[in-house]
């Protein structure tokens, strides 16, 4: 079983940025691709972009493209969303998820993900 704690959220003025992070432990961190999700009040979960289990590869939502970068470090079990350009539209509660590391760029949906952190609220403010 794999364990995902966030962490880095905050509260922050648009135009800034902020850095998350999602420690795994409990499993070969390695063994997974990982993808970012955030959800709004009242709204469904939305997918944010995604990291193969080497880190050479990305893909991302295209609301966040060019604003938002995955990153992972194997060796310290972590994966990272840094969040630039920062607007209104991107408060919400962000989740960390596993998934497995096969067709890793077709994994969009939330249930192609196996295991999930408890979520980080940010709030950006006008």
């Known amino acids: 079983q794999l364990q995902l704690v966030e962490s880095g959220g905050g509260m922050v003025q648009g135009g800034g940025s902020l850095r998350l992070a999602c420690v795994a432990s409990?499993?070969?961190?390695?063994?997974?691709?990982m993808g970012w999700f955030r959800q709004a009040p009242g709204k469904e979960r939305e997918f944010v972009g995604a990291i193969s289990w080497s880190g050479g590869g990305t893909f991302y939502e295209e609301s966040v493209k060019g604003r938002f970068t995955i990153s992972r470090d194997n060796i310290a079990s972590t994966v990272y969303l840094q969040m630039n350009s920062l607007t209104p539209e991107d408060t919400a509660v962000y989740y960390c998820?596993?998934?497995?590391?096969?067709?890793?760029?077709?994994?969009?949906?939330?249930?192609?993900?196996?295991?999930w952190g408890q979520g980080t609220q940010v709030t950006v403010s006008s």
């Open positions: 409990g499993h070969t961190f390695s063994y997974f691709s």
């Open positions: 998820a596993a998934g497995p590391s096969a067709l890793w760029n077709f994994r969009r949906r939330p249930k192609d993900f196996d295991f």
